[in-house]
């Protein structure tokens, strides 16, 4: 209790209150901690660090940090409550060596200057920046939910319309923010969250770190130009990304984007474990997803051109595209011959979820003008019948033969 006063996390008032409904008697710290926790005075990770000892690190500037909600580049991301507006945000608090110089600190106030000007449905929504101590922090909008590489791992494989709906969404995010002037020159699979289902069982995809992706130059290394590792994710990544005397321009997030849609719908980047350089060797999306509709293979290919020149002309379009594949017959898995759905495989992992089509679809895939046959039934209805209508009939002879005979 000494620890929770220092800590300055409930008001001596509250406190009272608690207490009252909390009695200490025989209890133990962890006994007194767990009912804390439990009506939502504390967080248990507030909780652990009080058991812990440690009083401070609960409070930035406004916000009272509840719960860490994951590491990013350069730094953890934590879910946090402005204290005066009682408003739950996400905090993006930088470690210090990522804002050691004027120079780093001057390009994060830049970064977030941009992404301020964002405001799209899809478009995770920044509301501050500011600085307490040494350490500087982004305050941004909390979007309940996970990354898209954890939901695609924990979904897949994905419906193609699913696919094609949340890769749609992060279309329309890119386009609000091209038509703004602002490339975000980072996108993977870690910079796009997926929400928990709408009562539809509707998801919202949203992208986040517009403007942060810049960075990632004030963080290269001096001696080789290159990206720093911490926030690129090279599979991701378009060819002239890593020319340094190459600006970034729509073109280059649009090849992200067919990165994406290649790990929506097969759960792999298209380079697979295969070096950047090696990317003009790599298999088509067809290959690991068989059975995908002509249009959307088109569009993978199309997105992931070598040349920034030959992939599409906006993300606006791209969205249209995907917006017809998801209503129209594109987003429907063409349907193999004896390869079974996850809702007809009993014990599946991925009950309720389509699945990659088998060894039966590969061979399709792979001689498309051999469509496999139906096994021959040993028995036909039909021929049931008339087998059948044979004895009827052959018993009805040899019955008026004996009677012929008789009469006679």
């Not at 000494?2 to 509250?14: C, F, M, N, P, W």
Request: net charge neutral; aromatic share 6%.
């Amino acid at each position: 209790m000494d620890a929770v006063r220092r800590s300055g996390l409930i008001g001596e008032t509250q406190l009272d209150r608690a207490l009252s409904k909390v009695s200490t008697d025989r209890s133990t710290a962890d006994d007194v901690a767990r009912r804390f926790v439990a009506h939502g005075w504390l967080t248990a990770f507030q909780a652990k660090r009080l058991l812990a000892g440690k009083t401070d690190g609960f409070h930035l500037g406004p916000y009272e940090m509840l719960e860490p909600l994951g590491e990013t580049g350069g730094g953890k991301v934590y879910r946090a409550r402005h204290r005066a507006m009682n408003r739950i945000v996400a905090i993006k608090l930088l470690t210090p060596d990522r804002t050691r110089s004027d120079t780093l600190r001057t390009a994060f106030h830049e970064a977030t200057h941009t992404a301020v000007k964002l405001l799209h449905p899809n478009i995770v929504a920044t509301f501050d920046a500011n600085q307490c101590g040494e350490r500087m922090y982004a305050v941004l909008e909390f979007v309940p939910g996970r990354d898209l590489a954890t939901f695609v791992h924990e979904h897949s494989p994905l419906l193609v319309r699913t696919a094609c709906a949340l890769a749609r969404q992060v279309a329309l995010a890119l386009a609000h923010a091209h038509e703004c002037g602002i490339v975000h020159g980072q996108l993977n699979p870690d910079n796009v969250l997926v929400g928990e289902p709408d009562a539809a069982g509707n998801r919202t995809a949203k992208v986040l770190n517009f403007g942060f992706g810049r960075l990632a130059t004030h963080y290269a290394n001096d001696a080789t130009r290159q990206l720093d590792g911490a926030l690129a994710v090279a599979e991701y990544l378009a060819p002239e990304t890593f020319d340094p005397d190459r600006p970034t321009t729509p073109a280059t997030d649009l090849f992200s984007l067919g990165c994406l849609l290649h790990f929506l719908l097969t759960a792999r980047p298209p380079c697979g474990d295969r070096p950047v350089h090696q990317f003009a060797n790599r298999l088509g999306v067809e290959h690991w997803r068989p059975g995908l509709a002509s249009e959307l293979i088109e569009l993978v290919m199309g997105l992931l051109a070598q040349d920034p020149a030959n992939r599409p002309a906006s993300a606006r379009s791209v969205a249209d595209r995907l917006e017809r594949l998801v209503h129209g017959r594109g987003g429907e898995e063409l349907r193999f011959p004896g390869t079974p759905t996850s809702e007809e495989r009993p014990g599946s992992a991925f009950a309720g979820l389509d699945t990659v089509p088998e060894l039966a679809a590969i061979a399709t895939a792979e001689f498309p003008n051999t469509i496999p046959k139906r096994r021959r039934e040993p028995w036909s209805a039909a021929g049931a019948y008339v087998l059948a209508g044979s004895v009827i009939l052959a018993t009805g002879a040899a019955i008026a033969l004996v009677l012929r005979a008789v009469v006679r």
